[in-house]
């Protein structure tokens, strides 16, 4: 059975970081692209980065270049988001995603961590 | 970026009546577009790729149709297990994009 569980989230100041990881299990992580998609509250879900299988590409939306980095560890299945500068917009729960093998759709989720970006 | 509308915000039904979402792409996608079921208390399923292939497990009295830009996800006979939000993405080009998402409520 596939398995994400994330874990990092939590209440965090403004213009600081934190990192979020999440483990995996029942597949073999090494053969998928992942990624992490979010859900500010009350709001619909948006997507915020993928990295590729092996590590070697990384994707990330417009308003987190350069603050946030996706990266993983395939010897413990276990995918990261680092998050820097962080900022009140960045309130959410972040959702830890497995993409499709052959496409990038979502074909299994994590329950979801929340994060609160307040002073 | 590729904006997805979904209509309506919010849908009433009875058990054992059939739904339908609007799924409205800004620009065509071909059918490169999903549909995933959110329940509180339980990790997002993915219910459909691909515009209309139903992902393994999901129950037949589910359907999707459409390409380009017009999409729509069916729900024939409705059970109480349906009752939850859905959100529609595209994935046909980078920044993948969902939709604000439906809620089916119990009338």
């Known amino acids: 059975e596939v398995q994400l569980v994330e874990s990092g989230g939590g209440l965090v100041q403004p213009g600081r970081s934190l990192k979020l990881s999440c483990a995996a299990s029942?597949?073999?992580?090494?053969?998928?692209?992942m990624a992490w998609v979010r859900q500010a509250p009350k709001k619909g879900l948006e997507w915020v980065a993928t990295?590729?299988?092996?590590?070697?590409?990384?994707y990330y939306r417009d308003s987190v270049k350069g603050r946030f980095t996706i990266s993983r560890d395939n010897a413990k299945s276990t995918l990261y988001l680092q998050m820097d500068s962080l900022r009140s917009e960045d309130t959410a729960t972040y959702y830890c995603?497995?993409?499709?093998?052959?496409?990038?759709?979502?074909?299994?989720w994590g329950q979801g961590v929340m994060v609160t970006v307040s002073s | 970026d590729v904006q997805m509308t979904q209509s309506p915000s919010y849908l009433a039904a009875s058990p054992g009546e059939s739904v339908s979402i609007s799924c409205k792409a800004s620009?065509?996608?071909?059918?490169?577009l999903a549909w995933y079921q959110e329940k509180p208390g339980k990790a997002n399923k993915l219910l459909i790729h691909?515009?209309?292939t139903l992902q393994s497990g999901t129950p037949s009295r589910f359907s999707g149709s459409g390409s380009g830009t017009d999409f729509t996800l069916t729900i024939r006979s409705l059970e109480s297990e349906d009752f939850a939000v859905y959100y529609c993405?595209?994935?046909?080009?980078?920044?993948?994009?969902f939709g604000a998402g439906t809620k089916l409520e119990l009338k």
């Open positions: 995603a497995r993409w499709d093998y052959y496409s990038s759709y979502v074909d299994y």
């Open positions: 029942g597949f073999t992580f090494s053969d998928y692209n």
């Open positions: 990295i590729s299988y092996d590590g070697s590409s990384t």
């Open positions: 620009k065509s996608i071909s059918n490169n």
């Open positions: 691909s515009g209309s």
């Open positions: 993405q595209q994935y046909n080009e980078y920044p993948p994009t």
